[in-house]
Each structure stands twice: as C-alpha cells, then as structure tokens.
C-alpha cells in the first residue's frame, strides 16, 4: 500500500521536474547578423581596424603608438590604410573616401570634409559633405533631410557619445569597461560626390556578438551597413 | 628544488595520515555520561539526547534515565530534545574522571532552533569563537555537512548557488575570473567571507570567488541574509558567509574519496581525526586535489574556455589541545593553490591565453580559558595572506593585455568573553585591531588599513515566550573614522506551533584601497579613474604638467577626500508555522537600504578630450521582498523542501536622474520591434543589473534504509535578470539585454556498503545541459562518479 503510494509521488515528482525542464530548455541564441541584410543596402561584417596598436601603458611586447587611420569607400567598399605619410600625402585630401576611421581603437569616424581641421579631409577635395543625426532606426529612415538641415550641422566626429549634445554611435560603460553602440542612432550623409547616404554603425567586436561577455574581446572590428542614393535624390528607403 | 621540497611535504602529510590510521586502532573509549531527565518532579520519558560532536543519542527511558558509555575524552554538548518542551543545552568536559550522574529539569515551551531551512542536525557552534550566528538579529541559514556531502558538490560555490536568494554572478568588467555571490539583490562586494568566524581576503574586483573553497573539510555553513557588521565590522553590510571547518573528534577516523567523471573533473580527498596524547589533544587534517578543463558556453564565437580550467590543492588542519582542566589551546590552518591557463580563440588567431595563480594562506592561534562554568574568555590570533598573480596576453604576438600582482595581507588579535546564565541569557563581549596590508601595481601612495574593533552580543530570553537577540559594534578605521553598528531581533513564540521573528541591523564598508588610492589610465579609451584620497594632489600635478583643459570645480569640491562609507540598513520579520513535526512553513519579508554607495563621476577633462573619473557616494538603494520556505516529510527519511525568493533591487538615485531629465538617463527609450521611441518614465527603470525578480528551488532528499541508498533531485530556478544596458541611458529598462530565465537540475545517488565504511556516489548536474552565452560560468551537464572509503571503528550498538 504505501509503498505504491510512494511509488507514485516519486512518478508525479520526476514529471514535474522534467516538464519544467523542457519548458525553459533552449538557451540565449541570438542571430543578429541575418536581420541586418534587407536586399538594399551594404553590410560589412568585421572590417578590421588597426589591431596592433598599443592597449595598455606597461605591457611588454607592443610598440606603443597611436591608432592608423584608415579611410573606407561606399561604392566598392574599398579600405585604405594611412600607415605612412605618403599614404597620408596620396588619399587624405581627395574626393576618393567617404569614411574615416580614426582615433582609440579606430572608434572615431569622420564623414570625408575639407572645412574642418581635425577632419582628415581637411583642406581637401570635400567641400560640400555633412552628417546629421536621426534619432530612428535605420529601417525607418527613408528620406534625407532637407539641404538646409545638412548645412546647419554642427556634427564632425562620430564616437564616443560622452555627453548630451554628443552625436557619437557608441557609449562606453566605465562600470563594464565595454563600448556598445546605441541604438536608433541612423547617420544621414551628403556624400563627397553630392549624393545621398545613411549609415548605420552596428558593432567594434569580432563576430558582432549580441552581447560582450569578455573585456578581451577582439576589437576593433567593424560590423556596419550604408545604403547610397545612387540616382542621387533624397530617397533613402530599403524597406 | 620545489618538485623534491613538495615531494617532502607529501610524504611528511602521507607519514601524517599513516599515524592517523594506526591510532584509530589504539583510540581510547573509557567515559560514560548518564542522567535523569525531569519536568517539575516528573521524569520524562522519549527524550531524545543527544552528544554533541560524536554520532550518539540516545532515548530517555520511563524513569527519565539516560546513558553513554564509549566516550573519549574531550569537550561534548549535550542536547536534549522533547516536544513541548526548551531545548535543553549543557556543556560537559570529559578527562577520564568519572562524571557525577546529570539532573536535567526541562522547563516547558517549544524548541528554539535557530531559522533552520536546510539543516537536519542540531546546530553545532564553533568552538574557536564566541561570536556565533545565533546572536544574529538577521535570518540565519545552515547548511550542514550531511547534506553538503549528500548534494555531491565539490566547490562552496556549487554549493550556495543552490540556496534560495543567492546566485553566483560573473563580473564581466572584473575580467573572465571575476564571480562573486550575491545575496538578497547584495552584490559579492558586501558580503562577507569567513573562515571560522576570520575574515577571508583576496577579491577580484570586489569579488569574491568562491569556487577556490573546496567542500570536503567543511562541518557547516552558516550564511546571515541581511546587515551584519554588529557581528563582524565592515564588508559585513550585506551579509555574511561563515565557513566551519571540520572540527570536535571524538573517535579517530580516516577518509579517502575520489570522483571523477566530466570536464576530466577529479576530485580527491584525503582527510583523517584523532584524539592525541592520552585524549588530551584533537587533530583533523585535510588534503584535496581538484581539477577541471573548464566549460565554453559560447561556442558560437569562442573556442576556449568562457569558464576556466584550474588545478586547485588544498590542506587543512585543525587541532585542539586541553592545557589543563580549563583551558584549550587551537590551532588551525589552511593553505591553497590554485593554478589556471585558459585559452579562448575568437577566430582570425585572436588567441588570449589568460593565467592566474592563487596563493591563499590562513592560520590561527586560539586559546580557550573558562574560569567558571558562567564565565568563558577566549584570545585569538589570525594571519590570513592572498596572492594573486594574473595576467592575460594574446599569443601570436606575445603581448600582454594586463598584467597584475596582488598581494593582501591581514593580521588579527581579539579578547572575547562570554558570560552565561544557563537558559536565560548569555553575553558575549569582544575587543581586537587588525592590520591589512595590500600591494597592488596600480595603487598610489597606500598606508596600511588599520581597524580597532570593540562589540557587545547579548541572548537573552526575558520570558518563556520571548526571546531576544541584539549586538553593538564600534569599529574605527585609521583612513575613514569610527562607526557604531548595532543590531536587534526577537522571537516571539505566540503559540506552540507559530512564531513571530523580527529583526534590525546595520552595516557598512569602509572605503577601499581602490576606490582612496587608485590611479588608473586606460590609454586605448582614453580615460583616468583617480582615486579620492588622492585626487586634489593629483588633479593639481596634472594642472601644473599642462594636462587638463577643465576642471568641474562643483563636484571636486563635493567628492575630493569626502568619500564617506557605504552603510545601510536591513529589517526582516516572518513568521514560522510548524503544524506538525513533519510540516514548517516559513515567510519573511526583507526591506535592506543602501546608502553611500561608491560609483564613479566624471570630476575633470584633459586636454586631448581624456575624461577624468574619481569615485563619489550615491545617494541611495533598496533590495526588498520576501521569501518563502516550505519543508514537509511525507514519509520517514523523505525529505521534500522548497524555497522562493521574490525581490526589487533598484538604485533610486537612477529614479530621480530620470525624474529630473539628467543625460543620459533622459535618453528616448526605442522599442526595437516597432522603432517607436518615447521618453523615458521612472516606472521604465527595471533594476539593478543581475537581480532576478523570480527565484526558486526545490528539493527531495530520501534515504531507503533497507538498501542504504541516499537520492536526492535538486531544482532550481532563476528569473531572467538584467545584464546590461543596451541602449546607453545608463540604466536598465525592458529592451535591454537579459538573461533568459531557466532551471537547472541535479540529481545525486549514493549507495553504502561495507557497514557504511565504503559508499559509492553518482552525481549528475545541470542534466538537461542548460547553457547561455550570457552566463561564461555555469557550465553545461556534469556527470561524475566517486568513491569513498571511511575507517572508523564500527559503533557498539
């Protein structure tokens, strides 16, 4: 009697227990790289920036120097490295790049203009380029704003978003020591060539990974998508 | 040289063990305890006695008489047990002498067990300190040896993750080898970890990792839910976890065990006890070895390891010795090793190689006077020394990423006294100083830390109905000042079968090394964390080299050699329902305030745009919630218990930035399903990072006597719980990143054989092999096979 009585108990136990193991049985999996193609625009997937710099004051065995610059193309997604002064010389001041990506860990990045002095285009080929800052998810953004708006904007450098009036695309947690993009940050472009862009910076760490679970993560490597108007008018659609 | 001086200590431990084990033959078993039991002139029969710390109880019989003969020599505690009636509690030193026969008066109301949700043994106190939980104004829980050994878990950390409220949480911004526990929504940094009633040091990032602990030497853990520094002084402000090592021989006996099975985990133990020159001395001594290859829970974008591979040895000892008729000499020690290589690759010949050594040293002198049966004194001394060699390098080019040696130390001396009037109160008093030193590559300008501490803990049960605990500490640091912590709880028992607990206490941390001393600079992002003690001096060098283009003169003024310590206030009533002997209920509500707490603020800018960070206190925090505890026997040696812990752990100081529309918290929240942004409401703000709102576990244990067979199934439950800020507002709302709820469950087997000398134990963790990328530290199923062997001479009876 009683022990069937046990018998049962145990039966009822162990299916609650497995029952609410399958339930909850699947882990955090995350694909966040499909849902970044729309047939429209251009995805880049972990561009490498400079990997070699030096990270640390007092480590051995890195040459301890400033991050290179490197500048990157739209139309055939070429990377162009300024390791040199004559680099620096040949691409700096034409109409040949769209983007650089300067400063700690290449984080910094520049829309390719001649007015500003810290822009690596300065005094070069780009006279009429300008960045302004939607505060919508890329898919949403679907017309660049009025000329206007372009030539009120006070944007020069896209990083580190440290303060309000900053426009930078990422925020680095002194409490988790991991930069994050923010969201719905969506770049609107005027482009060397006149045309129309948006740009949307997506990740620094290897792999794109849904979330950072090592300080050492392999940074930097770049993970961003654009979409150039190509017919040149203000449409930036890729629904 | 280090190979043959370790082989020596080998052999001189093998040498040790070898003496052990003959003298388990030659143990001396010539005392003998009896007594009369009675209640107002009538004797009381089914009383159940028990002798503390050997295995023996007995049954009063109608008379009330009672017997033990076989004793060895030493100091016992007799604990006798009968519904309806106090626990009756005596202590009695046995030295050869034949003992008077004992006259035990019961005096009538239910027992006062200690809140005991895991524990199925009497509470056994440690004798090396007077201080012992029981003066806890806040819950107590214990976990004892029998169902630590019954769990198959091998490392202290295994162990409390699976007690209700606590959770063991890996750090990521403190590296890959920075976990620590957190308790009630406390964080690692507020918890405190003892070695029998010492303070243990060495911390990662505030982190206390305690997967370096092995179980086997451990007799009982007792773990305090809420403020504790009345009891143990600063870091105590969130709780405490108490580690009691083996201890009290009785009869000589040796034990070896070994398991081994997933992750090639091997875990083996060596440990023996013995009475020593004629009975007059106790010894316990304690060796283990494990290892494990660590697990990778992300595999998607690491190979390597998320959750490091280690070879760990330890040895313990403990030892007793009776001077004269009152007074005993302890002494206790334990030293570990932990070495560790974890690799990860990220693809493209990104391959970090991180290692870390650990060296972990705690010693004890204790001595243990009693001038009257009323009256107790005991003088300590404990030296307890952490190393900690780590670094992390990218192997294809050989290049360090960090690089650290950290060395603390910490000595220790107290008086304590106690003063008992049997079953109505008990006081104890305490004075002592301590001294910690701490190297550290990155701290500037350090003095060593030196406290003076002085307490008065007090029981004191003024009616039958009530009883009442309460403490009060002063504790004065040399770099921050004095603070007094006091604490208060009582009993109330309202009927036979329900009472009513209630309690308040305080807590603090002084400010840290860290937080007063450092001066870091991260050149790859480009900022400086100047610690606060230092920052005028610094700020002013920086000034004069030219370096800094603003200076925010508002908050230097307000943070600069201000930094107050962390305090804060905790407060717990329940009830406990006992409907009958097989069925407790428990229900609790908790309410901890935090004050003061140490985050960064930017103070300046340098040129170069660097950003210039030292530490400030926040204004405010609350964890608050309740907990549910469930026990039930259904049938004899089954054991059902369940445990649920519902709780809201938020920085209100993040309620009011919202509030007050400060940036970044004023950031518009987006739905990244819809792109829909809306400003952000304090209702938006969900809590503090890694708190659950939802816990839970629940457990068989069961023993079939006929075959000797020891199951138990173990789950646990964790609600999704914040692990970061997604979208840079600095706090956390519901489209930020999370980790997904789950259960975990594991399961253990033993089967005795051999009169119970061999047994034989199969242990299966995480069996459904749960994993998230977002938890680097819980590994998936593990399955291990063990053996142990004990020698003991087998029991009369």
């Known amino acids: 009697m009683t022990k069937t009585k046990i018998i049962k108990k145990w039966h009822f136990l162990l299916l609650m227990i497995i029952a609410m193991n399958f339930i909850a049985c699947s882990s955090n999996d995350e694909n966040t790289g499909a849902s970044l193609q729309d047939g429209k625009s251009i995805v880049i997937n972990d561009l490498a920036g400079d990997t070699g710099a030096a990270m640390g004051d007092a480590t051995e065995g890195k040459v301890q120097r400033s991050f290179h610059t490197f500048l990157f193309r739209f139309s055939d997604q070429k990377q162009i490295w300024l390791h040199t002064k004559a680099d620096s010389l040949q691409y700096m001041k034409t109409a040949d790049w ?52 372009f030539d009120n904007s006070e944007i020069t450098k896209i990083g580190w978003s440290s303060s309000e009036s900053s426009p930078g695309w990422f925020y680095y947690s002194l409490s988790s020591h991991i930069m994050q993009a923010i969201p719905d940050r969506t770049y609107a472009i005027r482009l060397p060539n006149g045309k129309y862009a948006k740009l949307q910076l997506i990740n620094a760490y290897k792999g794109n990974p849904p979330a950072v679970t090592d300080l050492n993560w392999p940074a930097p490597y770049f993970t961003f998508r654009y979409y150039v108007q190509a017919d040149g008018s203000k449409s930036l659609n890729t629904k | 040289m280090k190979n043959i001086s370790t082989f020596n200590s080998i052999k001189k431990i093998i040498t040790g063990f070898i003496v052990l084990f003959f003298s388990i033959a030659q143990a001396q078993s010539n ?75 019961m005096e009538s109301g239910i027992d006062l067990k200690e809140v005991n949700v895991t524990s199925r043994s009497t509470v056994k106190n440690n004798p090396e300190t007077l201080v012992n939980a029981q003066y806890s104004a806040m819950p107590v829980t214990i976990i004892d040896r029998k169902t630590i050994e019954l769990m198959g878990s091998r490392r202290l950390d295994e162990i409390l993750k699976e007690q209700t409220g606590i959770a063991i949480v890996n750090n990521i911004s403190g590296g890959a080898r920075s976990v620590g526990v957190q308790m009630q929504g406390f964080g690692s940094e507020y918890i405190m970890v003892l070695i029998d009633g010492q303070p243990m040091v060495g911390r990662n990032n505030g982190n206390f990792d305690l997967s370096r602990i092995s179980v086997s030497n451990i007799e009982r853990i007792e773990i305090i839910k809420g403020a504790s520094s009345s009891l143990y002084g600063s870091e105590a402000l969130g709780g405490t976890i108490n580690i009691i090592t083996r201890h009290g021989v009785v009869d000589p006996q040796m034990q070896a065990s070994l398991s081994y099975g997933s992750l090639n985990i091997i875990d083996a133990t060596l440990e023996g006890e013995t009475p020593f020159l004629q009975n007059k001395g106790t010894a316990n001594i304690a060796a283990n070895y494990y290892r494990t290859d660590g697990y990778n829970t992300n595999s998607k974008y690491i190979q390597g390891t998320t959750s490091p591979p280690y070879d760990n040895y330890s040895l313990q000892g403990r030892s007793r010795y009776q001077v004269n008729e009152s007074s005993f000499l302890g002494l206790s020690g334990r030293y570990g090793l932990r070495r560790s290589f974890m690799q990860k690759d990220f693809g493209l010949g990104h391959i970090s190689g991180d290692n870390q050594d650990e060296q972990d040293l705690n010693l004890s002198v204790s001595f243990d006077h009693r001038f009257n049966s009323n009256f107790r004194s ?139 001393y450092l001066v870091f600079y991260n050149p790859s992002s480009n900022y400086l964390v100047v610690g606060n003690a230092v920052l005028s001096p610094t700020l002013q060098q920086l000034q004069q080299d030219g370096q800094i283009s603003e200076i925010r003169q508002y908050i230097l003024n307000q943070t600069a050699g201000n930094l107050q310590a962390e305090k804060s206030t905790s407060y717990n009533a329940g009830l406990v329902l006992e409907p009958s002997k097989t069925f407790k209920i428990e229900g609790s509500v908790f309410y901890h305030k935090i004050t003061n707490q140490i985050n960064s603020i930017q ?31 259904p049938l004899k040696n089954m054991e059902i218990s369940a445990g649920y812990q519902y709780l809201i752990a938020k920085d209100l100081s993040v309620k009011d930035s919202i509030r007050a529309g400060k940036w970044p918290y004023s950031q518009n929240i987006h739905d990244p399903a819809t792109g829909n942004s809306y400003a952000p409401r304090p209702s938006d703000y969900w809590g503090i990072e890694n708190r659950s709102r939802h816990m839970a576990n629940t457990s068989v244990f069961y023993r079939y006597d006929p075959w000797k067979i020891n199951a138990n199934v173990r789950v646990n439950f964790r609600g999704k719980y914040p692990f970061g800020d997604r979208n840079g507002n600095q706090f956390i709302d519901k489209y930020d990143i999370f980790v997904k709820d789950y259960f975990l469950t594991n399961a253990s087997l033993e089967k005795q054989l051999l009169k119970e000398h061999l047994s034989i134990r199969f242990t299966a963790d995480n069996i459904f092999n749960y994993t998230d990328p977002l938890m680097p530290g819980q590994p998936g199923r593990i399955l291990l096979l063990g053996i142990s062997y004990r020698f003991f001479k087998d029991k009369e009876n």
């Open chain 1, 98 to 149: 769209d983007l650089a990506f300067t400063g700690p860990y290449n984080s910094e990045v520049f829309v390719n203009n001649a007015k500003y002095q810290y822009n690596p285009g300065y005094e070069g080929a780009a006279q009429n380029t300008a960045v302004v800052l939607l505060n919508e998810t890329y898919q949403n953004v679907t017309q660049a704003p009025a000329d206007s708006e």
């Open chain 2, 31 to 105: 005392n003998a305890i009896s007594g009369l039991i009675h209640h107002s002139e009538n004797p009381l029969s089914h009383a159940k006695i028990v002798v503390e710390p050997s295995d023996k109880s007995a049954i009063s019989d109608s008379k009330g008489y009672f017997s033990f003969s076989g004793l060895t020599n030493g100091a016992y505690t007799i604990r006798i047990t009968i519904m309806g009636f106090k626990d009756y509690i005596q202590e009695i030193t046995l030295n050869g002498q034949a003992v008077k026969p004992l006259h035990i008066q």
């Open chain 2, 378 to 516: 005991i003088t300590k001394y404990y030296l307890t020394y952490y190393s900690a060699d780590m670094s992390v390098a990218w192997q294809q080019n050989n290049s360090a990423v960090s690089q650290d040696v950290f060395k603390q130390t910490l000595h220790r001396a107290e008086q304590q006294f106690s003063y008992s009037n049997n079953n109505s109160y008990q006081l104890v008093a305490g004075i002592g100083g301590s001294i910690e030193n701490m190297n550290d590559n990155a701290l500037a300008g350090v003095n060593s830390l030196e406290t003076f501490f002085s307490y008065v803990q007090g029981e004191w049960t003024p009616f039958q109905k009530l009883k009442t605990v309460g403490g009060l500490r002063y504790d004065y640091t040399n770099n921050f000042g004095g603070r007094l912590n006091p604490s208060f709880g009582l009993q109330y028992f309202i009927t036979p079968k329900i009472t009513f607990k209630a309690g308040i206490g305080t807590g603090f941390k002084a400010p840290d090394f860290k937080t007063n």
């Open chain 2, 603 to 633: 103070v300046a800018t340098g040129t170069n745009n660097r950003i210039i960070y030292t530490y400030q206190n926040l204004p405010e925090a609350v964890n608050k919630g309740f907990e549910l505890a469930l026990k039930f026997s």
